[in-house]
């Protein structure tokens, strides 16, 4: 191979000197420059280290050159690491802020941070906060039940008769195809005026309660009519309860019914399409309406289940499966002559929204084809349910079974898994339109203390698949007071717009009686249900004592979190809670499945440990010791947690008692001061409660700066902590100033500025010009340079971010920097506390050149000889760059410096994204570790129709087999094609609308996905180290090395000759996942309880009541006109990957 000419470096140097300058700003060196020699070539003979015999790389005519040796590379990197401490010591003012603070300790004090005092504090004030919603909740359930036994019965009611206001009024009205409009319905309903409500954030109307009827209810019917009229009263007790606690938020009765009742008044959110929103499909509803289920649901495939009877039995499956929440365990087969899972669950899994999403996608495989055989299915169902080895509910046991009609009852089955105690009951449902006697069907949920459901057509599904919760509610209903226990719900997104919530529920139990002497009656009449706004709980839990890096969280008995700082779902416009597990809001390891177990179990506990935890940025993973202090919450099913990093044990605070002092630091916060004394952007915290808030900071100082000029920071509306630490933290920054960085020339170093944040809220950026390319957080704590720099020891480099798919950064003007930061720690009395970061700002292009200067054999000006004919002579970073790369990456494996002109504007990319075999080559030989996880609160946008043909996606089109088939005809033709094709179009454009169009929400575009995480951090090596990477012709010799105090990694290799050295390229970006196999994970099953009461038996309980063909009747108007529409003009549309809808 020919070489190129190249030059020879000089012997090694001394050491280098601090902080190398540039002569002032003007034309820095090319890669091309030449200095003069400085000294002799260096020996041959200490080219030959014992370590790694390194080759001599020559070619015929050309000069002959090596790679550097270890000890070149070592120096190279220690004149680095000179560099970087020299210009930290000079510019970065540690130590001079550390006197700063020392100089002014009369102006504050150091606190301390009682880890198991703070907790529990907390842990009572949660407690007393849900304790007064638990009071106005019996009040509610209490009165309701007293109001439904007060009332009687109208046969004859009418819907003039019922003045109420109607939730939907305003959007029906404006609907011609509305029910009301399309009927002329007669119900008077209230016109309300509303106003705007901060709580609420909403308009609502204090006097007056708001009544929610699904579409597919009739509100003219008898039943509603009489629902109406008993549940006005309760108007009164939720304005009483307000009275009582005026930090009540909504109160809602979901009733048996369907029908809902809510305070204070609001118009519903009324979506683009069809609302199909029915609270008794509301998870907070199903938990108060019954105990915990175990249910195995069966389906009948055999060859008689054909065409729409097998699609409306996928459908009734699924509906089914949405009736079960994180409380429930279930399974799901299939059967003809012999039964089988639909999916790799081989036994009970608990029905959260991964495994249910499993069980859908499962149903949608099946295929009809065999004989009928109940006795197959009915046995795999009750061998499931006997099966003790798993973690199941241990309450409600149930059997489900889907099937279009069969004449056997199976009789012998019950008599050996059931009878005589009939623990598990059986629930029937006869789908499709068919010929077939049903009596076997009845029999059997009739004598297995069931129920018998029919399904005729689509619209039957929705409300057949959730009615067996009444027969589930016997028990609970007959058990009484026992069985009256408030139960709190997982968190989720309120219909109304509060934002995210949990809902305390209570059942409201039917007290009546058919007559003198009957039997109790055993109906639950509804669920009432207070809201409670997560952002109520969090303004219980301390704000800025924690520092950065500490934080309160707070789990459930399953496990998932009720508060936390990485709740942060992308797209709450789901029908399922936010059921996020602890484990995966942090990075799982040992020592948190053992904290998270013992939270479960209700247990106090306290644990020093070290772990992983991720940047704010999600670029990065630092392992760190963190302090760990719980307790549980009592009279809930939460427990909460204290985390606190060894350095946040202790805090300042502010004690400016001197007002000509406040005055003086205030004026720094003036803009007119920022020319000489540097930028200032202040923390967008909640200072006084009149400050108006905006994501402009510079807006933001001025609102605040309007406002302290009428109020002092001891005002009472302030929070007097917050002030006095932001005003002391102006006036410690701006000495910094002062002492430090006004005197300093930025240019000579090549620096773009100097920065200072603080925990008081403060960062100073000097000189003023430089806030302009300023784009880090002006909160602090939610800075990532900010919080990595107080979990490291050392300066923190950290490059502008750049994404593969963006441009490359344009390196104009100077104004690409680099971050350079190190927290300032303090010892003020043996107590050390870290209150603040400073840092510099590097100038790209000039670092960049000065980096291959410091890499090189050369000092100050000099400039080294060419190499003689005969010459042998190490290659270095400067002189050399067209054949030797040097760089240096981040802890991450973000490129921060390199010596290749060419990759200035690949700054701050990934690693592998610039040179993939060198990356790997580090990764392979343990400089880097990764680690992977799954974020499952990421935002996806919704997958495109699968099909390309002009048909409706999901119509059902007969085969010629279908035709043949006598058993397709009895029970299909009927309906004929016409509802087939009502069918395709409606399943997909009504059902699925409850998922994302349905409430009609700017959130509907996307749904909730998985997404798969990738960083890297430094592995064990922490040496030099030389290495080879073996490409078979194409050997790369490489040499890595840590540089000392700081978060880089040193390394220089030889540039890759051929593309035989191209490899396998690491991937750091985010990608889309269907996260962890489910199928492996429910092999494996995290800690959980369920809650501590079961209802599921009752001696009393009257069983007769355990069968009947219709149900309560939709509003046939309704249906026909939305088919007709949706016929009409409705294109289908894309289907989310998770389904979205809520409830109040």
Not at 52 to 77: D, E, I, K, N, V
Not at 201 to 216: F, H
Not at 302 to 315: D, Y
Not at 698 to 722: A, G, Y
């Amino acid at each position: 191979m020919a070489v190129p000419a190249w030059t020879c470096g000089a012997s090694r140097p001394g050491p280098a000197p601090t902080a190398l300058p540039w002569p002032g700003r003007g034309p820095r060196p090319g890669p091309g420059a030449r200095r003069p020699p400085s000294g002799p070539p260096r020996p041959l003979s200490l080219l030959l280290p014992p370590l790694l015999l390194l080759p001599l790389l020559a070619a015929p005519g050309a000069s002959a050159y090596s790679f550097p040796q270890q000890h070149t590379m070592q120096h190279w990197a220690r004149r680095l690491e000179q560099e970087i401490d020299g210009v930290m010591r000079i510019f970065g003012g540690v130590q001079q802020l550390r006197e700063i603070y020392k100089d002014n300790r009369n102006l504050f004090e150091v606190q301390e941070n009682e880890p198991q005092k703070l907790v529990e504090k907390v842990a009572g004030d949660i407690e007393s906060l849900l304790d007064r919603k638990v009071r106005a909740l019996k009040r509610l359930a209490d009165a309701a039940e007293n109001f439904q036994k007060a009332h009687r019965w109208q046969d004859n009611i009418k819907e003039e008769d019922i003045l109420y206001y109607d939730a939907k009024a305003d959007a029906e009205l404006d609907d011609p195809e509305s029910e009301d409009v399309e009927r002329g319905s007669k119900v008077s309903t209230l016109r309300l005026d509303f106003v705007e409500d901060s709580n609420f954030k909403n308009k609502v109307n204090y006097s007056y309660t708001a009544v929610q009827i699904p579409t597919d209810i009739y509100k003219g019917s008898t039943v509603i009519l009489n629902e109406l009229n008993w549940t006005e009263a309760l108007e009164n007790v939720f304005i009483e309860n307000r009275r009582q606690d005026p930090t009540l938020l909504w109160q809602v009765f979901g009733s048996a019914t369907g029908v809902t009742r809510y305070y204070p008044a609001t118009p519903w959110r009324a979506p683009k399409k069809i609302d199909l929103y029915d609270v008794r499909r509301r998870p907070w509803y199903i938990q108060g309406a019954s105990s915990p289920k175990d249910m195995v649901i069966i389906v009948d495939v055999s060859g008689s289940v054909s065409g729409l009877t097998l699609k409306l039995m996928k459908t009734s499956v699924c509906e089914m499966l949405d009736t079960l929440s994180d409380d429930d365990y279930v399974n799901v087969a299939s059967f003809n002559e012999k039964a089988q899972p639909v999916s790799c669950f081989t036994h009970l899994v608990q029905a959260n929204v991964r495994n249910k999403k499993v069980f859908k996608e499962a149903v949608q495989g099946m295929v009809a084809k065999g004989t009928t055989g109940y006795k197959a299915g009915f046995e795999y169902a009750f061998d499931q349910l006997q099966n003790s080895n798993i973690t199941r509910a241990n309450c409600n046991k149930m059997i489900m079974m889907f099937t279009d009609g069969g004449e056997d009852r199976v009789q012998d089955v019950f008599e050996k898994y059931n009878w005589p105690n009939r623990t598990v009951r059986v629930f029937t449902f006869s789908v499709g339109q068919h010929n077939y006697d049903v009596t076997p069907l009845q029999w059997m949920a009739c004598a297995n203390k069931g129920y018998y459901f029919e399904i005729p057509s689509i619209g039957a599904i929705r409300i057949n698949t959730q009615e067996y919760l009444d027969v589930l509610g016997r028990p609970m209903v007959l058990a009484g007071k026992e069985a009256k226990q408030v139960q709190w719900t997982n968190v989720y997104e309120d219909a109304l717009g509060l934002g995210l919530v949990v809902t305390g529920t209570l059942p409201v139990f039917n007290l009546t009686q058919d007559g003198p002497g009957e039997k109790k009656n055993q109906l639950i009449l509804g669920v009432m249900g207070i809201d409670v706004a997560l952002n109520d709980i969090k303004r219980l839990t301390p704000n800025y004592t924690l520092g950065a890096n500490g934080y309160v969280f707070a789990i459930d008995l399953n496990g998932y979190v009720l508060l936390h700082p990485n709740l942060k779902p992308q797209t709450t416009n789901f029908r399922e809670p936010v059921t996020l597990d602890f484990l995966d809001a942090e990075l799982e390891d040992e020592n948190k499945e053992e904290i998270r177990r013992s939270m479960i179990d209700g247990n106090k506990g306290h644990k020093q440990i070290r772990t992983l935890v991720k940047s704010l940025d999600e670029r990065y993973v630092d392992e760190v010791v963190r302090n760990y202090t719980w307790v549980p919450i009592r009279s809930t099913n939460y427990s909460l947690g204290l985390v606190l990093p060894p350095y946040s044990t202790f805090y300042l605070q502010a004690n400016l008692s001197d007002q000509i002092l406040q005055v003086k630091y205030f004026e720094f916060l003036l803009p007119s001061s920022f020319e000489s004394e540097g930028h200032v952007f202040i923390a967008p915290r909640e200072y006084c409660k009149d400050l108006n808030a905006s994501d402009n900071n510079t807006e933001f100082l001025k609102n605040f700066i309007e406002l302290m000029e009428k109020v002092t920071p001891d005002s009472k509306q302030c929070n007097n902590f917050l002030l006095h630490n932001l005003i002391l933290d102006t006036g410690i920054t701006q000495q910094l100033v002062e002492r430090v960085w006004r005197d300093q020339d930025l240019n000579t170093y090549s620096l773009l500025a100097v920065f200072a944040a603080t925990d008081g809220g403060i960062t100073r950026v000097f000189p003023n010009k430089a806030a302009e390319d300023w784009t880090e957080n002006p909160e602090p704590f939610n800075a990532s340079f900010y919080r990595r720099s107080l979990d490291n020891y050392g300066y923190i480099f950290k490059p502008p971010h750049q994404d593969a798919l963006l441009r490359p950064l344009e390196l104009e003007n100077d104004t690409v920097g680099i971050l350079v930061s190190t927290a300032v720690e303090l010892s003020l009395g043996g107590r050390t506390l870290r209150p603040a970061v400073v840092g510099v700002k590097l100038d790209l292009e000039a670092w960049a050149e000065k980096f291959k200067v410091l890499a090189s054999n050369r000092t100050h000006q000099d400039q080294p000889q060419k190499c003689g004919p005969s010459s042998h002579c190490e290659m270095d970073c400067e002189v050399n760059n067209e054949d030797l790369l040097c760089v240096l990456i981040d802890d991450g494996g973000f490129l921060v410096l390199s010596n290749q002109n060419h990759q200035w504007d690949q700054v701050g990319r990934f690693f592998s994204e610039v040179d993939a075999n060198l990356m790997l080559a580090l990764y392979n030989n343990s400089f880097y570790t990764r680690k992977e996880s799954y974020d499952y609160q990421a935002a996806c946008a919704p997958q495109p129709p699968g099909n390309l043909g002009a048909a409706p996606r999901g119509v059902f089109v007969p085969t010629i087999a279908d035709f043949l088939n006598l058993a397709w005809w009895t029970s299909a033709a009927a309906w004929s094609l016409f509802q087939q094709l009502l069918y395709g179009l409606i399943y997909h454009s009504w059902f699925q609308a409850d998922s994302a169009e349905a409430e009609g929400s700017p959130e509907a575009r996307e749904s909730s996905c998985v997404m798969k995480q990738t960083q890297y951090y430094f592995g064990s090596v922490n040496a030099s180290y030389n290495a080879i990477i073996d490409c078979g012709n194409c050997s790369r010799l490489f040499h890595a090395q840590r540089l000392t105090n700081t978060n880089l990694l040193f390394v220089v290799a030889e540039k890759p000759l051929c593309s035989q050295c191209e490899a396998g390229r690491l991937l750091q970006k985010e990608t889309h996942s269907d996260g962890p196999e489910q199928c492996e994970l429910v092999q494996r099953p995290r800690y959980r309880r369920g809650p501590h009461i079961c209802f599921d038996y009752n001696a009393t309980e009257d069983t007769s009541d355990c069968g009947r063909g219709a149900s309560f009747p939709p509003s046939l108007g309704v249906l026909v006109s939305l088919q007709l529409l949706l016929l009409l003009g409705l294109p289908p549309r894309p289907q989310p990957q998770v389904h979205a809808s809520r409830r109040l």
